[in-house]
């Protein structure tokens, strides 16, 4: 039994911003769904089912919201899953409804992803102690930064690699309509001027918190075809997990990440991926982890990540140009980040990317990842669709 | 030619007022041990897990993170999460079984209600702006149903303490509750003490596999002849609380009103022999038997139900594992499992589940 193809035919953001107190938690994910529609020039009827994501609950203070929002996504007398892997959730839930697709039990399926972080103290939120077991420390920074300096040492790389990711990734949000932070006068050395926050990662290293959604309207071939616009078409998708913490575990370069990485380049027939694709989209919170995902995604050798990072290959002109849409440095609602990684991978394979659109974008590969390293979800998307 | 895909093991904790020696992970994972014995699989044979649970009853972020431990997820695996009932996280797992990703899954889901106070915690479940800050709690939502079907003369306070009575005359060794219950003082009116569900924690497991994998783990595979799940409005206000529209639609959809190998059923009666019904408060069962059109002849929760045993997160995949445990012991052919989610019935899932000819 084959699976059905899916296509994004659909694609809709809000513009991410630090609060958005003009609008309810509802209304928020109802802009970016109606802009998903517009898009695909589709109505809320030819929906047939709703499958939403976010983080943490508490981060509004809404326990499983997706209840008071089913009237808000046209949802009401329809199937409405909600998925939650930590921070790679966003993508996941986009995995989740293509999954209905391939299996056939939808023919079109809207999934959305949203967090309003304004409503609370995200990094709080993330810190609620728990007797007898481990604690994130302050905030997802404090978990993050050892991981780094793991990396700076087995690599050798220049203490300057990070401050490199972040210009580039913050000059890339200047193209993007939707990006959080528009810094118009940014410059390499009010990086590395910043102050620093989780030694050695600087406040311009790091992503900001962000009120936002991003939906997707994904589609079977015969939805394909009817689209208006050109689909992208997903080629692979994977997820995979590990646990928190274990002896042996390898928090710079997971293997669960190793492993859904080398699932997708199986289903779409990738080889080579640093030859094969044309562009990527990855959850990078601190700019170290670019050099790393590069080396966990198998675009780099181990220890050569940062080399491609400093030498201007994930330039939005190089050539493999990474978070082209000023990435999850420019903009975090945690909840939906995943999903404007995979988001922007399909918009980049239908050439709707705007002033970020790539030259060549024929493979573009999306990535989230969450928790302690852990929780991966990615797809891979083309402008043609798959073969067989 | 879709793929068959059948629950071929189950198993639950019994369900306690408190379980405050044990973090959740102790908690589920001689759950998880017991339905991978059933089966003979170790963690490194299933092709996908999925679980659900809910960070607010644990009252930590990304609480799910640390149940991965008692899965013993190394090397890592394919797995993925719903913030909803176990019989949520079941139905993805079977669109994954469907897509020919994986041949066999493990579901999961746990709760333990016993650190906080659960009827104020389930208010924050509703509308942020307009609802949540009268903390209308779960009991007194479930009351302003039950007297709505009062009043329609669907029921009565007599035939209400008759459900109850009903439900924890099971012998299910799980049950928090059973055996004579007094039905007590009112605790919101209509609602007596017996009307209510028992708080406790628990956690319960399922394995589902596809085809001949089957047929190999389990003499008497409990087969998912249909599966679906529908949403209503979330206020209370636009709904007629004394139906339950999705309820039915989420049947049909699932099959239950057809007969056994495809062929149409006559007059909307669903053919089973057997319904597990996720009916938290003893009016809610009189609303689900109105909306599936069960008769006298269907046997309802001979698990007790919810009212015997309401672990949040798990009732609802305990009902789809209640009813395939029946087929898998020969004593059902065919039955129907129900799982419903938020406030008055407003999400509601339905399995039809269907055993070998014997």
């Known amino acids: ?388 | 030619m879709t793929r068959e895909i059948a629950v071929v093991a189950f198993a639950q904790t019994d369900t306690l007022r408190t379980t405050e020696e044990h973090s959740e992970v102790e908690m589920l994972m001689p759950v998880l041990h017991a339905v991978l014995d059933q089966t003979g699989l170790k963690t490194a044979d299933i092709g996908f897990t999925c679980s659900g649970s809910s960070d607010y009853l644990a009252g930590r972020a990304f609480s799910f993170t640390l149940a991965l431990d008692g899965v013993g997820a190394w090397p890592p695996i394919s797995e993925s999460h719903v913030e909803m009932d176990g019989a949520w996280a079941l139905y993805e797992a079977w669109t994954k079984l469907l897509t020919g990703d994986a041949d066999t899954a493990l579901v999961y889901s746990y709760g333990k209600s016993s650190p906080g106070s659960l009827r104020d915690v389930l208010t924050r479940q509703l509308d942020p702006y307009y609802v949540a800050p009268l903390w209308p709690d779960s009991v007194a939502l479930a009351a302003l149903q039950a007297q709505a079907l009062i009043d329609a003369g669907d029921t009565d306070e007599p035939a209400l303490a008759a459900i109850a009575a009903r439900c924890r005359a099971t012998d299910n060794p799980h049950a928090q509750l059973r055996g004579e219950v007094p039905h007590g003082d009112y605790r919101v009116r209509p609602l007596r003490t017996g009307d209510c569900p028992p708080i406790g924690d628990g956690a319960a497991a399922v394995i589902l596999a596809a085809g001949e994998r089957a047929r190999e783990l389990c003499p008497r595979p409990a087969w998912i002849r249909g599966i679906d799940h529908r949403i209503e409005a979330h206020s209370l206000g636009v709904r007629d609380l004394t139906d339950s529209p999705s309820t039915r639609l989420a049947a049909e959809r699932a099959g239950a009103f057809e007969l056994p190998h495809g062929l149409k059923g006559m007059g909307g009666t669903p053919t089973v022999d057997t319904a597990e019904l996720h009916a938290p408060f003893t009016a809610q069962e009189v609303v689900l038997r109105k909306a599936l059109g069960l008769g006298d002849e269907v046997r309802v929760n001979p698990s007790g139900g919810a009212l015997a045993a309401n672990p949040m997160m798990a009732a609802g995949l305990t009902r789809i594992g209640e009813a395939a445990a029946r087929i898998h012991r020969g004593e059902s052919d065919r039955a129907l499992a129900h799982a419903t989610s938020g406030p008055c019935l407003q999400q509601n899932l339905v399995a039809v589940l269907e055993g070998d000819p014997r």
């Open chain 1, 1 to 388: 039994m084959s699976k059905e193809p899916v296509a994004v035919v659909g694609i809709g953001q809000t513009k991410h911003v630090a609060a958005r107190r003009d609008v309810s938690v509802a209304g928020l994910v109802r802009e970016a769904a109606c802009r998903a529609l517009d898009d695909a020039e589709l109505t809320w009827a030819d929906i047939d089912a709703v499958v939403i994501g976010k983080a943490p609950d508490f981060f509004e203070g809404v326990m499983m919201p997706e209840l008071y929002l089913a009237d808000a996504l046209g949802a009401v007398g329809k199937p409405m899953l909600r998925v939650h892997t930590a921070g790679s959730v966003g993508g996941s839930t986009a995995l989740v409804a293509a999954g209905l697709v391939a299996a056939r039990v939808h023919g079109t399926v809207l999934t959305l992803a949203f967090e309003k972080q304004s409503e609370s103290n995200a990094m709080w939120g993330l810190s609620l102690p728990i007797p007898f077991q481990q604690p994130l420390l302050a905030g997802a920074g404090g978990f993050f930064a050892p991981h780094v300096r793991a990396y700076m040492r087995r690599s050798g790389a220049p203490d300057t690699v990070g401050s490199l990711v972040a210009y580039k990734d913050r000059r890339n949000a200047l193209k993007n309509p939707y990006a959080h932070l528009h810094e118009h006068d940014i410059t390499l050395e009010k990086v590395q001027a910043s102050p620093m926050l989780w030694d050695p990662i600087r406040y311009s290293e790091t992503c900001p918190s962000s009120d936002g959604a991003c939906a997707m309207i994904l589609t079977d071939r015969a939805g394909a075809a009817r689209a208006p616009r050109p689909p992208a078409w997903m080629l692979g998708g994977a997820m995979r997990s590990e646990p928190t913490l274990f002896a042996g575990k390898d928090a710079v370069s997971p293997q669960a990440g190793r492993d859904c990485a080398a699932d997708v380049y199986r289903q779409a027939g990738i080889a080579d991926p640093r030859r094969e694709i044309d562009a990527v989209e990855m959850y990078v919170p601190f700019s170290w982890y670019e050099p790393m995902w590069l080396e966990n995604l198998g675009f780099a050798d181990e220890g050569e990540g940062w080399k491609l990072t400093e030498s201007g290959v994930t330039e939005l002109d190089g050539d493999l140009p990474v978070n082209m849409s000023g990435g999850v440095l420019s903009t975090n609602p945690i909840g939906a980040s995943g999903m404007i990684r995979f988001a922007e991978a399909a918009l980049q394979a239908r050439g709707q990317a705007g002033e970020h659109q790539v030259e060549r974008a024929g493979k573009v590969l999306g990535h989230a990842y969450g928790g302690g390293s852990q929780f991966f979800s990615m797809w891979l998307v083309g402008a043609r669709p798959p073969e067989s």
